[in-house]
């Protein structure tokens, strides 16, 4: 099926989309904690997004809302405008550990998901020799993950995950536990895949020079109880360069933004008095 693409800046109708999303868990001591305080946030199809924020900031609590994975205190979460209530196989969430069935090669691994669901039809051999080709493990498709290194595992999930055709890839710090010259390769690689196949990501990170190497948008979660602080156009090519101005510029102004929400790391768990009150206990 061809996929639809957006010129940068020209985004479609949402794919995904949180709707006034609260969010609040229970504390130790049985308060109310508010991770996210009506996150208005809509990503159409083909976007590249980094969710970006101290930590704490509830990016991963906002991932998984958008993935159908975790329903919120109030608003609710939309795929192709209609709520979102249970995750689907359209939207594929990848962990930091790749998470793969230790007992099959890279190859089965791969092909897993169209096995599974019964989808595995005369095109599909050639599709996953495609993708295994386009991951760079095409000579590796005969090992077992523990034969692989970090990046090559991390890169079995993600073809593992582009075999089952979902709209949306959502990555929770994928390349966090890589060292650095590693994560590097990877962000080239999530990046160029991005590129070619204009497949719909989501990626939370630490990480400013992640997210400003690898996304077109770049949205910022902060504050006590977080918000969104900013949601910037990141898809300008200088900002693909780390050694351009504009990188640095962009860099230090993300850094302003983003250091006064640190001192919030711990107990960014005021019990949160007007809306605490307003959640279904
Ligand atoms: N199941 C839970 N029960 C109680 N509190 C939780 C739960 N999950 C998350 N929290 C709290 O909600 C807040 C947001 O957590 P979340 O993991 O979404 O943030 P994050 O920005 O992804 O953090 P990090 O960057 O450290 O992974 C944090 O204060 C966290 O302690």
Redesign the pocket.
Known sequence: MARMTFPVNERGPPLVEASRVTVA???SKGEQ?V?LDGIDLKIAAGEFVCLL?P???????LLKILGGFQLPSLGGALYRGKQLAAPTSQLVMIFQEPNLFPWLTVERNVAFGPRMSGRYRAGTAARIDDLLMTVGLHEARARYPHQLSGGMRQRTAIARALATEPEALLLD?PFSALDVALRRRMQRFVRSLWETRRTTMVM?T?SIEEALLCAERIVV?GGRPSRIVEDLDASSPALKDRYSPAFADTQRKLEALIDPFEDDIGD??EPAGAVARAMPR
Do not use: C, P, R
Request: charged letters at 15%; proline letters at 0%.
């Open positions: 868990y229970e504390g904690i991770a924020g930590s704490g900031s509830g990016k991963t609590t710090e939370v630490h979660l960014a768990q």
